[in-house]
Nanobody, 125 residues
Framework: QVQLVESGGGLVQAGDSLRLSCAAS????????MGWFRQAPGKEREFVAA????????YYADSVKGRFTISTDSAKNAMYLQMNTLKPEDTAVYYC??????????????????WGQGTQVTVSS
């Protein structure tokens, strides 16, 4: 079993930056790929970014490409999402997720085995 805890959300203005963190604990975490998803009120959960645990491969949704950066720190069992130039449409609850298929990065939420509880990001205009 793997436990994931997100942090770093908050209320910011358009154009600001935030860095989300995802702390992992439980079973040995050496061989998972990781992802960030988000869900805005009244909308379905959508993919944001994914990364292999060693950081060799990344994958971004078009809506965040060039503004968001996903990274991992295996020594700390942590994953991050650096979000720059935030827009009001980035407002959502952000979730981190772990995928036992460590060799792949995917936008398909059904491929992820473990999920955190989410952290709220609100971007005001």
């Amino acid at each position: 079993q793997v436990q994931l805890v997100e942090s770093g959300g908050g209320l910011v203005q358009a154009g600001d930056s935030l860095r989300l963190s995802c702390a992992a604990s439980g079973r040995t975490f050496g061989r998972y790929s990781m992802g960030w998803f988000r869900q805005a009120p009244g909308k379905e959960r959508e993919f944001v970014a994914a990364i292999t645990w060693n950081g060799s491969r990344t994958y971004y949704a078009d809506s965040v490409k060039g503004r968001f950066t996903i990274s991992t720190d295996s020594a700390k069992n942590a994953m991050y999402l650096q979000m720059n130039t935030l827009k009001p449409e980035d407002t959502a609850v952000y979730y981190c997720a772990a995928n036992q298929r460590y060799y792949t990065v995917t936008a398909d939420s059904r491929q992820y085995d473990y999920w955190g509880q989410g952290t709220q990001v609100t971007v005001s205009s």
